[in-house]
C-alpha cells in the first residue's frame, strides 16, 4: 500500500494508529487526521462521482467550502448520515465511511455513461425536455428523476443520539480562531468584555498555525510559533471562553447568533454512547467581531475537475498539518503569490514541484526565493487542458497573449500527479451578510468585502480583505481598539515581515484554443455546472444572477457554491459586458454548513416534543379505556370502546344512552375566562352580538362572538355569577385566543372600562352530566339541593357543596336534553367524576367522548365554531339571525353585518342533509353539486358535520351550500369517487325542535 | 431575533412576543354612520410600510400587556417603545 505520509508534524499523533474502513476496505490513520487527510496518506483521491455526468471526482480542499468529498457515514439504519464532508470529519477507530452517487462503486459507475452523452443535457436540460408528451409525466419522467436525484441515504429510525441547546450572552463574540480572531478576542477579555471565541476547528489558529516559511515571520519568530504563544496566553484569561469544533450556522438580527458544537463526532463508537451528539448554542453577544478568513478560488479551465487537482493551499495544509503529501510530481497554477508558499514547503519536503503563473512577472521576495530554490516556474502561461479518467497523469499549458484573451504558441505537455490551483482569495462575507450588512467591491483583486453594518459587528482579517500578515495584524488592532472603545498596546511594537504581495491577475474563464462547447470547464463541481452552462444561460435571456443560479443551478448543492458563486458572477459580468461590482451577489442564507435536525430540536423529541393538557379526570379516562383525541394540546376522550367495540359501535351506544336515561362528559376542557369589574356587563355588550345587561344574577347565556369582519369567531355560554362577575366558556381550541382578543379590546380600544379578564381553565373541572335521568342523578349527588324547573330553570347557575367542597352547577345542554355541568376546583375533578359515576350507576349513566358529544349536538343543528364554520361564515349564514341584537348600537363585528359582501344571498349558508338512502353516511369535506354533468362542474359547497344518528335511525349531515336558506326540500349530488350521493336539503335541526327534552 | 424592551418588564426575546399589526388605527366611535367605503378602510387597510412603522405588539407571554413600538422595517432595528395611550414619539415621522 502507498504511503503519502512523508514526514512529522505536531498534529498527528503516530503513536495513535487508528483503523477505518472506506468503501468496505479498512485503512489506517492517525489521531489527528481528518478522513481527507487519511484517505490522501493512503494514495486515495477519487472519492465520489459528481452528481450529473457522474464524473470521477477527488478531494479538493481542507474544510468547509468541500464540493467532492462528501460521503455517507455509518450503516447502521439509525445512525447513518450522508453529505459528510471528509474534509472536517475527524478520524475515530472504527469510523465507516463510503461514497455516495455511484452504482455499483466509485471507481466503475453505471452514471458514468452521462459524461459521453453531456452534450445532450446542458443546462435546463430537465425544463426542456420533460416537457410532453404530457401523460409520460406521471409514470416515466417523474419516477426516473426521482431515482437519479438526491445525494446519500437518510437514516431510516430515529435518531438515537441525545442533542442539546445553551442559551447564553456575551459582551463580545468572536467568530473564527485564527490570527485576528485571536488577536481580537485577547484584546477584548484584557479589556475586562466576558468575551467567546467560536471556531470550527479542532484547534485554534486558523492557517497561520502551520505556517513555516522563514520569510513570513512575527518578532522575529516563525508565525506559527509567535500565534501558539498568543493562544497559551488567551487560554489563561479568565473572561474568555473558547469553543472549538463549533462553528457559526446562522447570523441574526439583533446580534442573535446560532452555533453547532460537535462534542462526540470524532469519537469512536463506544465512547459517544450516552454523550451529547452535539449542542445549539443561542448567542446574544452585544458586539460581534467577525474574523471568518477566506477561501482559495479554483481557477475555470478545460477539465478542471479531475481527481488530483486541488487548491493549491489545501496542499500545503495536507502537507504541513498532516505531514501528507498529494503526489510526488506536482504542478501548481496560481495567478498570485500564496501558491509560492505551497511550492516552497514542498520543495523542502522533497516533493518535485513546478509553477505555472497566468502572470507575466512578479517580483515579490516570496517569488525570489522560490526562484532562487530552482523551482521551475512558467511565467504568463495558462493550463489549457488536463488528462487522466481516476487521477490526473499530465496537462497541457500555453502561453498567453499579451492582453490574456487568447492562447499564443505552441501546446506543453507536462506530466503531473497532482496540479494544486490557486485563483486568488474569497473572503467569507457570509456572517456580515447574513446580518444585514452590505457588501462592496473591490476591483483591484476582484473580491466582494463588507461595507455598511446593521448590527453591531465588524469583520477583521482576511474576511475583510486583508490578505498579508501585516496588514491582518495591524489592521485588526486598530479595528478592535475603535469597535471596542478601548486603548490596547500589546501589538504596538510587534515587527512583522511577510514576504507575500498582493498582486493578482484575474481571468475568470481562462483563455482555450477548443471552442467552449467542446470543453469542461466546471464552476461548480458538486452541481456539475460548467461556464458553458452559464454562458448558454445568458444567451437564452437569464440576466439576474439569481435567475442564472437557479437555471445552471450553479452554487444550490450541499456546499451552496463556496468556491463557484464568484466564478458564476465573474463570467455572466464578462459575457455581458458590466462590471462585475454592479451585479450584487445571489443571498448568503443560513446555515452556513448543514445542520443535522437533531440539533436544531434538541431536546424536544418524543414527549416532549409538544406540551400535553390532561384534565384531572385523566386517570379514570385511561383506566377505563378511553381512546384519545387531541383538541389543541389537550387529550381528550374520543370514545370508550367496551368488549371490542369498533369506534362506530361505541358511538352509536354511547350516544343512545345519552338520551335513553343517562350520559357524562369531561368537560375541563372548555376555556373559562372570569370576567369582574363594574363595567362587565357592558364589556359583554360589546363583544358578544346579543344583548348581556338584563342578564338575571345566577343566569346563563349563550352568546356568539364576531371578528371585525363579522365572522363568527367563537361561541359559549356565560354565566352572572354576581352584579359584577361573570364567568365566560369559549371553545376548547380557542381559548388562548379569545383571551388575547379580548385583552386586546381592553387595552386599547377601551381602557375606560373596569374590567379584569383572568384565565380560570385550568382551575376548574367540569363534569356535564345530561340525559332524562340526569336529574336524579343530581338529587342524589346535592340531595339539599331544589331542582325543580321553577328554582332551578334551564339557563340558571346554582352553587351548592358536595361534601363540604362547593360546586358551581350550571344547568346548560350542548346535547338539548336536560343538562347539567357541575364544576369544581380542579384538584377534586377526579373525585367528582368518581361521585358521579357511582351515583350514575342505576341510571346506566355512560361516559361519552368527543365524538359522541359531536353527534348529540348535531342532532339538535347546534354548530362547532371551527367545524361547522371556517373564519368565512356571518351569524346570518348560520341561520342564527335570532342571536344578533337589532337593537345594540355596536358590538365587534356589527358595522360589517351589512357590508355588500356580507348581506349578499349567494353566500354560502349552513343547511341539513338527508340521504335518500338512510342508511348511508357522507364524508365530511365532501363536494355538493346539483348537475353532475356540467363542465366545469359547479361546486356549491361542502359537508362539515355527518353522522349515524342513532336516535333517529337515519344518517344526517350539516353542510354549507350557496344560498341554502333558499333550498329546502331541493335535491343535491354528492360526487364520490365511486358514485353519485343523493341527497335532500334539510332544516338543520333533526330532532325534538320544541326543546322539550330541555325540560323532560 | 428582536429584543424588545417591554415597557413594563424590560428588555426580553421575541418569542415571548406577538405583534399586533399597525398601531394608532383607532376602531370608529359611531360605525353604523360609516359608508362601506369608509368602514372598510379601518378594516382591511394597512400602510405596510419599507420603513419608519409604528406598530402593536403584546407581551403575550409575560405581562400579556399591549404597547406601542416604532420599528424600521427595512432593517427591524426598534427605535422606540411607548405604552397605550401614549403619544407617539414625534422625532419619527
Known amino acids: 500500500m502507498p504511503n503519502y505520509r512523508i514526514h512529522k508534524t505536531e498534529y498527528i499523533d503516530e503513536t495513535k494508529r487508528v483503523s477505518f474502513k472506506y468503501d468496505g476496505k479498512t485503512y489506517f490513520g492517525y489521531e489527528g487526521d481528518t478522513l481527507a487527510s487519511a484517505l ?8 465520489g462521482r459528481s452528481f450529473k455526468y457522474h464524473r470521477p471526482r477527488g478531494i479538493v480542499s481542507c474544510g468547509a467550502e468541500e464540493p467532492n468529498a462528501i460521503c455517507q457515514i455509518g450503516s447502521k439504519k439509525d445512525l447513518t448520515e450522508p453529505n459528510v464532508r471528509a474534509t472536517e470529519l475527524e478520524l475515530y477507530e472504527g469510523l465507516e465511511a463510503s461514497s455516495q452517487n455511484c452504482w455499483p462503486n466509485v471507481k466503475f459507475d453505471i452514471g458514468g455513461i452521462n459524461n459521453f452523452i453531456s452534450p445532450l443535457i446542458p443546462a435546463g436540460f430537465y425544463y426542456k425536455t420533460f416537457m410532453w408528451p404530457k401523460s409520460f409525466w406521471k409514470k416515466v419522467y417523474e419516477p426516473l428523476i426521482r431515482l437519479s436525484a438526491g445525494l446519500g441515504k437518510s437514516p431510516t429510525e430515529p435518531d438515537p443520539d441525545i442533542y442539546d441547546h445553551k442559551y447564553v450572552h456575551y459582551d463580545v463574540l468572536v467568530i473564527g480562531g485564527g490570527v485576528s480572531g485571536i488577536i481580537a478576542a485577547k484584546m477584548a477579555a484584557k479589556n475586562n468584555l466576558k468575551t467567546l471565541l467560536v471556531d470550527d476547528k479542532k484547534i485554534l489558529g486558523g492557517s497561520t498555525i502551520y505556517q513555516n516559511n522563514e520569510s513570513i515571520k512575527i518578532d522575529d519568530k516563525l508565525s506559527s510559533k509567535w500565534l501558539k504563544n498568543e493562544i497559551q496566553e488567551i487560554k489563561k484569561l479568565s473572561n474568555l471562553t473558547i469553543k472549538t469544533r463549533t462553528s457559526i450556522a446562522a447570523y441574526h438580527g439583533y446580534n442573535f447568533l446560532l452555533a453547532k458544537e460537535n462534542l462526540t463526532d470524532h469519537l469512536p463508537e463506544e465512547k459517544k454512547k450516552n454523550k451529547i451528539r452535539q449542542r445549539l448554542w443561542k448567542i446574544r453577544a452585544k458586539k460581534v467581531v467577525i474574523a471568518t478568513g477566506s477561501i482559495e478560488r479554483p481557477l475555470v479551465f478545460n477539465n478542471n475537475d479531475r481527481p488530483g487537482i486541488l487548491l493549491s493551499n489545501s496542499i500545503n495544509k495536507y502537507l504541513d498539518y498532516y505531514g501528507v503529501t498529494c503526489g510526488e510530481n506536482i504542478i501548481l497554477f496560481t495567478n498570485n503569490d500564496s501558491a509560492y508558499e505551497t511550492s516552497i514547503s514542498l520543495h523542502k519536503k522533497g516533493i518535485k514541484n513546478i509553477i505555472v503563473d497566468l502572470r507575466k512577472s512578479a517580483s515579490s521576495e516570496l ?4 526562484e532562487s530554490l530552482g523551482i521551475k516556474i512558467y511565467f504568463n502561461h495558462v493550463v489549457t487542458n488536463t488528462f487522466g479518467y481516476r487521477k490526473i497523469n499530465s496537462l497541457e499549458i500555453m502561453k498567453l497573449s499579451e492582453d490574456g484573451n ?18 486568488g482569495w474569497t473572503p467569507m462575507v457570509h456572517m456580515h451578510t447574513q446580518s444585514g450588512g452590505k457588501l462592496d467591491f473591490r476591483d483591484e483583486d476582484q473580491v466582494f468585502l463588507p461595507k455598511e453594518n446593521s448590527e453591531d459587528q465588524i469583520s477583521v482579517g482576511s474576511c475583510n480583505g486583508d490578505f498579508d500578515l501585516e496588514n491582518i495584524i495591524d489592521k485588526t488592532v486598530n479595528k478592535i481598539n475603535k469597535f471596542l472603545d478601548i486603548d490596547n498596546q500589546d501589538y504596538q511594537d510587534t515587527n512583522i515581515i511577510c514576504s507575500k504581495e498582493n498582486d493578482k491577475r484575474n481571468i475568470w474563464l481562462l483563455p482555450n484554443k477548443i471552442p467552449l462547447g467542446k470543453t469542461k470547464c466546471f464552476i461548480d463541481f458538486q452541481n456539475d455546472s460548467t461556464a458553458k452552462d452559464i454562458k448558454l444561460a445568458l444567451k437564452e435571456g437569464f440576466r439576474s444572477i439569481e435567475h442564472v443560479k437557479r437555471y445552471t443551478t450553479t452554487g444550490m448543492a450541499t456546499d451552496q457554491g463556496k468556491l463557484s458563486n464568484m466564478h458564476a458572477l465573474g463570467i455572466i459580468a464578462d459575457t455581458a459586458g458590466v462590471k462585475m461590482g454592479t451585479l450584487g451577489t445571489t443571498t448568503f442564507r443560513p446555515p452556513f454548513t448543514p445542520l443535522t435536525f437533531g440539533t436544531l430540536v434538541g431536546r424536544n423529541v418524543g414527549k416532549f416534543f409538544e406540551v400535553v393538557r390532561k384534565t384531572s379526570m385523566h386517570e379514570w379516562h385511561l383506566e377505563n379505556n378511553a381512546e384519545f383525541e387531541n383538541v389543541g394540546q389537550w387529550k381528550r376522550p374520543w370514545y370508550y370502546p367496551k368488549n371490542g367495540e369498533n369506534m362506530h359501535d361505541a358511538v352509536q351506544r354511547e350516544s343512545k344512552a345519552a338520551r335513553d336515561s343517562a350520559g357524562i362528559l369531561d368537560a375541563s376542557t372548555l376555556g373559562k375566562i372570569d370576567i369582574q369589574g363594574t363595567d362587565a356587563s357592558e364589556f359583554l355588550n360589546r363583544v358578544y352580538t346579543n344583548a348581556w345587561s338584563k342578564l338575571a344574577i345566577g343566569k346563563c347565556r349563550y352568546g356568539l362572538m364576531l371578528n371585525e369582519d363579522g365572522m363568527v369567531y367563537d361561541d359559549g355560554v356565560t354565566t352572572r355569577i354576581s352584579e359584577n362577575h361573570y364567568l365566560m366558556t369559549t371553545t376548547t381550541g380557542g381559548a388562548a385566543n379569545v383571551l388575547s382578543k379580548l385583552e386586546d379590546y381592553l387595552q386599547t380600544e377601551w381602557p375606560e372600562l373596569d374590567v379584569y379578564l383572568t384565565s380560570v381553565t385550568d382551575h376548574y373541572s367540569t363534569a356535564s352530566i345530561c340525559g332524562p335521568n340526569s336529574k336524579k342523578i343530581l338529587n342524589k349527588l346535592f340531595p339539599n339541593l331544589d331542582l325543580s324547573d321553577e328554582n332551578f330553570p334551564h339557563m340558571s347557575f346554582k352553587e351548592d357543596k358536595l361534601k363540604n367542597i362547593n360546586c358551581r352547577i350550571m344547568r346548560i345542554s350542548f346535547t338539548g336534553e336536560l343538562s347539567y ?21 342505576e341510571f346506566n349513566l355512560t361516559p361519552y367522548g368527543t365524538e359522541t358529544m359531536h353527534l348529540l349536538r348535531a342532532e339538535k343543528g347546534f354548530i362547532i365554531v371551527g367545524q361547522d364554520t371556517d373564519g368565512t361564515m356571518t351569524p346570518s349564514d348560520l341561520q342564527m339571525d335570532w342571536i344578533v341584537s337589532k337593537k345594540k348600537y355596536d358590538f365587534i363585528g356589527k358595522r360589517s353585518l351589512y357590508r355588500s359582501d ?3 344571498e349567494d353566500r354560502k349558508q349552513l343547511v341539513g342533509l338527508l340521504t335518500d338512502d338512510p342508511k348511508e353516511i357522507l364524508e365530511e369535506g365532501a363536494q355538493i353539486v346539483s348537475d353532475v354533468k356540467s363542465k366545469p362542474i359547479d361546486m356549491l359547497g361542502h359537508v362539515t358535520s355527518s353522522y349515524f344518528s342513532p336516535n333517529l335511525n337515519k344518517s344526517i349531515a350539516l353542510a354549507v351550500v350557496r344560498s341554502g336558506k333558499t333550498m329546502k326540500g331541493q335535491k343535491l349530488i354528492i360526487p364520490m369517487e365511486n358514485k353519485n350521493i343523493n341527497v335532500t336539503v334539510s332544516d338543520t335541526i333533526f330532532l325534538d325542535k320544541e326543546n322539550k327534552r330541555l325540560n323532560a | 431575533m428582536f429584543l424588545i424592551n417591554c415597557p413594563f418588564c424590560g428588555e426580553r426575546d421575541q418569542s415571548e412576543f406577538s405583534s399586533g399589526g399597525e398601531a394608532h388605527i383607532v376602531r370608529p366611535k359611531q360605525p353604523t354612520e360609516l359608508s362601506d367605503d369608509e368602514w372598510a378602510e379601518y378594516l382591511f387597510m394597512r400602510k405596510n410600510i419599507k420603513g419608519i412603522q409604528f406598530e402593536r405588539w403584546n407581551h403575550v407571554h409575560g405581562c400579556r400587556k399591549w404597547f406601542n413600538v416604532v420599528r424600521d422595517t427595512s432593517n427591524d432595528k426598534i427605535l422606540s417603545v411607548y405604552k397605550m395611550g401614549e403619544k407617539p414619539p414625534v422625532n419619527y415621522k
Open chain 1, 821 to 841: 355541568e357541575i364544576n369544581i376546583e380542579s384538584k377534586y375533578g377526579h373525585s367528582l367524576w368518581k361521585m358521579c359515576i357511582e351515583a350514575g350507576k
Open chain 1, 406 to 423: 487568447t492562447t499564443v504558441g505552441n501546446k506543453i505537455r507536462l506530466s503531473c500527479d497532482c496540479l494544486g490551483m490557486s485563483g
Open chain 1, 902 to 904: 356580507t348581506i349578499r
Open chain 1, 367 to 370: 517569488i525570489k526565493q522560490a
Open chain 1, 40 to 47: 490522501l496518506a493512503n494514495g486515495i483521491h477519487l472519492v
